[in-house]
Nanobody
Framework: QVQLVESGGGLVQAGDSLRLSCAAS????????MGWFRQAPGKEREFVAG????????YYTDSVKGRFTISRDNGKNTVYLQMRSLKPEDTAVYYCAARSPMAWAVGLNTDDYDYWGQGTQVTVSS
């Protein structure tokens, strides 16, 4: 069982930056494929960014490319989502997720992930 705890959400203005953190309870985040998803009111949960095992290849949804960066600190069992140039349309609850320890590749769908955090609210005002 893997427990994930997100932190770092808040209320910011458009153009601001914010960094989300996701602490994993077991093993190291380098041994798990990790992802960030978000869910806006009335919308389905969508993939935002992911980082693979091993070399840690990263993937982003088109709307955040060049603005968001996913990374991890293996010593702290923590994955981060650095968000820059935030826009009102980035407003959502952001969730950290982990795939089964058997998985190697980043998944783009919620069904690809086995463990989820409780979510952290990000609100971007215009």
């Amino acid at each position: 069982q893997v427990q994930l705890v997100e932190s770092g959400g808040g209320l910011v203005q458009a153009g601001d930056s914010l960094r989300l953190s996701c602490a994993a309870s077991r093993g190291t985040s380098s041994s798990l494929v990790m992802g960030w998803f978000r869910q806006a009111p009335g919308k389905e949960r969508e993939f935002v960014a992911g980082i693979a095992r091993g070399a840690g290849d990263t993937y982003y949804t088109d709307s955040v490319k060049g603005r968001f960066t996913i990374s991890r600190d293996n010593g702290k069992n923590t994955v981060y989502l650095q968000m820059r140039s935030l826009k009102p349309e980035d407003t959502a609850v952001y969730y950290c997720a982990a795939r089964s320890p058997m998985a190697w590749a980043v998944g783009l769908n919620t069904d690809d992930y086995d463990y989820w955090g409780q979510g952290t609210q990000v609100t971007v005002s215009s």
